[in-house]
């Protein structure tokens, strides 16, 4: 690890991350109420058919920010790409608010395409912003991951208020002018001019094609195993739920992962920030963490008592630390190596083996979930395998590959 020199946050990263916290908690807010107004008085759906309309509607995703990433890479640019996309997903969201059917799928089609030009096109402006100080692209992504987790509990939280408690409508109109604001924040930044890869010292395309490739398998991975505990740590919590303190209020409770990782990862920024240390390094420690907190999971018992509560929440936070060393760190390695005309489309095409993989997962899910235990025991040597690869690779193969070169 050394001292990062000259390699601070500047006016527009400040930029960049207003916008994404402005845009995650319009969309997260929408997403909030989404099905509740679906199945409401107004359209009068059956649950089956709104939750088959909300799994189509997030899905589509994968597709429209390849279309959105093509536009703005190769068309129109990416930051006119995000505009465009802010623009629409805020038409989205105000479509919704006239009451039929039809504004119903034109609203969801506008809000898809919205965020498919958006999203990957932000991200890529976001990285292409650190491309002269490299060592600060971990930290740097690392504050936008937590712009993205701070904006969707806020979102959740007042849009989903708003939208319960006083009328669909305003929650539509306040996730709209979210979004709106979003875009204020775009329109004041300014596009980065892309670097010519010649004039830094850059590995051969190769090495660097594979440093993504790996990057990309290792997130890929992380989401696999997070997303098959989800069913046993959910019916964890619902447990220990109820034997919370009358004190302690519910809501916090449903909250409790998004509280526990901003402390981990401002800690994080601060730290990155100031020192530099390699990212197959956090990777390593991201997945040796990972395996540390399934680990704790397997020693509360299936019926839990009050006394498991704090093992729990130690397994939250190591679980936590593991998210930030690991899901922020492929945004970063893909700035770093990919050739940046080309980086929103690179970014696009990560989500889609995340999504493949949760989907198969999903499939399984009953047979899984079944066995609670089981998916626990694999969490943990998937996770143990992947940290030990890892320590391996930076610890001597990384070096002996430095000295052959």
Same mark, same amino acid.
């Given at each position: 690890?050394?001292?990062?020199?000259?390699?601070?946050?500047?006016?527009? /990263?400040?930029?960049?991350?207003? =916008?994404?916290?402005?845009?995650?908690?319009?969309?997260?807010?929408?997403?909030?109420?989404?099905?509740?107004?679906?199945?409401?008085?107004?359209?009068?759906?059956?649950?089956?058919?709104? @939750?088959?309309?909300?799994?189509?509607?997030?899905?589509?995703?994968?597709?429209?920010?390849?279309?959105?990433?093509?536009?703005?890479?190769?068309? #129109?640019?990416?930051?006119?790409?995000?505009?465009?996309? !802010?623009?629409?997903?805020?038409?989205?969201? +105000?479509?919704?608010?006239?009451?039929?059917?039809?504004?119903?799928?034109?609203?969801?089609?506008?809000?898809?395409?919205?965020?498919?030009?958006?999203?990957?096109?932000?991200?890529?402006?976001? !990285?292409?912003?650190?491309?002269?100080?490299?060592?600060?692209?971990?930290?740097? +992504?690392?504050?936008?991951?937590?712009?993205?987790?701070?904006?969707? /509990?806020?979102?959740?939280?007042?849009?989903?208020?708003?939208?319960?408690?006083?009328?669909?409508?305003?929650?539509?109109? /306040?996730?709209?002018?979210?979004?709106?604001?979003?875009?204020?924040?775009?329109?004041?930044?300014?596009?980065?001019?892309?670097?010519?890869?010649?004039?830094?010292?850059?590995?051969?395309?190769?090495?660097?094609?594979?440093?993504?490739?790996?990057?990309?398998?290792?997130?890929?991975?992380?989401?696999?195993?997070?997303?098959?505990?989800?069913?046993?740590?959910?019916?964890?919590?619902?447990?220990?739920?109820?034997? @919370?303190?009358? =004190?302690?209020?519910?809501?916090?409770?449903?909250?409790?992962?998004?509280?526990?990782?901003?402390?981990?990862?401002?800690?994080?920024?601060? @730290?990155?920030?100031?020192?530099?240390?390699?990212?197959?390094?956090?990777?390593?420690?991201?997945? #040796?963490?990972?395996?540390?907190?399934?680990?704790?999971?397997?020693?509360?018992?299936?019926?839990?008592?009050?006394?498991?509560?704090?093992?729990?929440?130690?397994? #939250?936070?190591?679980?936590?630390?593991?998210?930030?060393?690991?899901?922020?760190?492929?945004?970063?390695?893909?700035?770093?190596?990919?050739?940046?005309?080309?980086?929103?489309?690179?970014?696009?095409?990560?989500?889609?083996? /995340?999504?493949?993989?949760?989907?198969?997962?999903?499939?399984?899910?009953?047979?899984?979930?079944?066995?609670?235990?089981?998916?626990? #025991?694999?969490?943990?040597?998937?996770?143990?395998?992947?940290?030990?690869?890892?320590?391996?690779?930076?610890?001597?193969?990384?070096?002996?590959?430095?000295?052959?070169?």
């Amino acid at each position: 690890m050394t001292q990062t020199e000259n390699q601070k946050h500047n006016s527009q /990263t400040l930029i960049y991350f207003c =916008s994404i916290f402005f845009e995650r908690a319009s969309y997260y807010g929408f997403r909030a109420i989404l099905v509740l107004y679906m199945i409401g008085e107004t359209l009068k759906m059956s649950r089956e058919e709104a @939750l088959y309309i909300y799994g189509t509607f997030t899905g589509a995703f994968i597709i429209s920010k390849i279309i959105g990433a093509i536009f703005g890479d190769l068309i #129109i640019g990416n930051k006119k790409a995000a505009l465009i996309g !802010g623009i629409t997903q805020a038409l989205g969201a +105000f479509f919704i608010c006239i009451p039929s059917p039809a504004s119903l799928y034109v609203s969801l089609f506008l809000i898809v395409l919205g965020n498919g030009f958006y999203s990957p096109n932000l991200t890529a402006l976001f !990285g292409k912003n650190y491309l002269n100080r490299t060592k600060s692209l971990d930290s740097g +992504f690392t504050l936008y991951y937590l712009a993205i987790n701070m904006a969707a /509990t806020i979102g959740i939280a007042f849009i989903g208020y708003v939208g319960e408690n006083m009328n669909w409508n305003y929650g539509f109109v /306040t996730s709209g002018i979210l979004m709106m604001i979003s875009t204020v924040f775009i329109f004041i930044s300014k596009e980065h001019q892309d670097v010519n890869l010649t004039k830094i010292n850059m590995p051969s395309i190769g090495a660097r094609a594979l440093k993504i490739i790996i990057a990309i398998i290792l997130v890929t991975i992380f989401w696999g195993i997070y997303e098959l505990s989800s069913g046993n740590s959910y019916i964890l919590q619902s447990q220990l739920k109820e034997l @919370l303190p009358s =004190s302690i209020p519910e809501h916090l409770w449903s909250f409790l992962n998004s509280i526990l990782i901003l402390p981990i990862g401002f800690i994080a920024v601060i @730290l990155w920030t100031k020192f530099y240390s390699s990212q197959s390094l956090k990777l390593t420690f991201g997945f #040796i963490f990972g395996a540390m907190a399934f680990g704790v999971l397997m020693l509360i018992p299936e019926i839990p008592t009050s006394e498991h509560l704090k093992m729990y929440i130690t397994a #939250i936070v190591l679980l936590n630390i593991s998210e930030i060393c690991i899901a922020p760190i492929v945004f970063s390695v893909l700035t770093q190596y990919a050739n940046p005309k080309y980086l929103a489309i690179l970014i696009s095409f990560t989500f889609a083996p /995340t999504r493949i993989l949760s989907m198969l997962i999903g499939y399984f899910s009953g047979r899984l979930y079944d066995n609670p235990s089981l998916t626990t #025991i694999v969490s943990v040597v998937a996770m143990s395998i992947m940290g030990f690869a890892l320590l391996v690779y930076t610890l001597f193969i990384k070096k002996l590959i430095k000295q052959k070169t």
